[in-house]
């Protein structure tokens, strides 16, 4: 009997293979995100019983209902969603190119890159700039400092272990230059750039959802037909090389859809952090290590963990609505001590 359910195009130049074991096991995740979500918008402090939630999404809903789940739930949980599942891919690629589970957006700097130039913006051209432009400068951030980590690590072709390095490097830098920026600003941008670096989709408005979404939709498909290489990748360059993969170029398109997905994700919802290096491990403890399936499960995972803490951060500290970014950093911090630990002697 056939374990595998496989897809190809009609030119050959791209195919997916997936286990139906891996198919059930996506199958279960997404009616858990619909139970989850639909459970996400019926609470907060006005309680909304779910069958109003499900005719309210249907299009059936009551009047009386309509701006706070259609104002202000629904929204703010799709902007989690995706960025959840941007960050998780991310992350996803970036353990796979630089074969190091403690791979994510925050280790190579993207994520430092694109908060220096949003909190950039935030001291010096808050107030004469609108505040519309601000997403734009943190995927700019996001996007400069990816290409400078390439072009540095660079030596007749680009290692993983020099891209760490550099990374890292650059990771410590973008965060003294963050901190440096706020000392220079107002009382009032210095605030408003804390409460960003937490990471949270408080305020999210439709808009936001609409602006996020081009992002995922249009990299997501890149990351699946890169898949292939991703996985050869992970067992070395030269078994790569022989396997027929152009290493160094499918390196660097990774290494741009990583830095897309990620800054986009920051853009629109602050420095979340450690939903990039979490996600994948939950998915490979799920779906195994097939990077084809995993980047499915790896962005449902990342999508329910950053929803799941918005409804934590604006529900359990009521009438306080925290930053999201708060609890993924609670559970992420001795997730990542637990690697560390586990990962001691490699």
Same mark, same amino acid.
């Given at each position: 009997?056939?374990? /595998? ?28 995100f ?12 006005t ?10 999404? +249907? ?64 001291? +010096? ?58 000392l ?20 999210a ?76 491990h ?8 097939s ?11 990342g999508?329910?963990?950053? +929803? ?14 925290l930053?999201?970014g708060? +609890? ?9 001590i637990?690697?560390? /630990? ?5």
């Amino acid at each position: 009997m056939n374990r /595998y359910v496989s897809w190809r195009n009609r030119r050959g130049t791209a195919s997916v293979l997936i286990e139906k074991k891996a198919l059930k096991t996506i199958g279960a995740l997404c009616a858990l995100f619909l139970v989850l979500f639909v459970g996400s918008l019926s609470v907060g402090s006005t309680w909304i019983p779910p069958h109003r939630v499900l005719l309210h999404l +249907f299009g059936a809903g009551m009047e009386s209902d309509a701006y706070v789940l259609g104002t202000l739930r629904l929204p703010r949980l799709l902007l989690g969603a995706l960025v959840g599942a941007a960050l998780g891919i991310s992350g996803l690629i970036l353990q796979g190119i630089i074969r190091n589970p403690l791979g994510s957006p925050d280790m190579l700097g993207i994520t430092g890159g694109a908060s220096a130039a949003a909190v950039s913006f935030l001291t +010096f051209l808050a107030g004469t700039v609108s505040l519309k432009w601000l997403p734009l400068a943190a995927i700019l951030g996001a996007a400069v400092v990816s290409l400078l980590v390439y072009l540095l690590s660079w030596n007749k072709g680009v290692t993983p272990i020099r891209l760490v390095l550099i990374g890292i490097g650059f990771s410590l830098a973008m965060s003294s230059l963050t901190t440096m920026l706020m000392l220079f600003g107002t009382t009032y941008s210095t605030t408003e750039a804390f409460l960003w670096l937490t990471g949270s989709v408080y305020g999210a408005s439709w808009s936001d959802v609409r602006a996020m979404l081009p992002w995922l939709i249009g990299f997501l498909p890149l990351a699946v037909l890169f898949s292939k290489s991703a996985s050869a990748q992970e067992l070395g360059d030269s078994v790569a090389t022989g396997l027929g993969v152009k290493v160094q170029l499918h390196r660097f398109a990774l290494l741009g859809i990583s830095a897309a997905l990620a800054g986009s994700a920051v853009a629109y919802a602050g420095g979340i952090s450690f939903v990039g290096l979490i996600a994948p491990h939950m998915a490979r403890r799920l779906v195994g290590r097939s990077f084809g399936t995993l980047i499915p499960v790896t962005a449902l995972v990342g999508a329910m963990t950053v +929803f799941l803490a918005d409804v934590a951060a604006r529900t359990l500290f009521l009438p306080k609505d925290l930053p999201a970014g708060v +609890f993924v950093s609670a559970i992420g911090a001795p997730f990542f001590i637990y690697l560390l /630990y586990r990962n001691r002697h490699q």
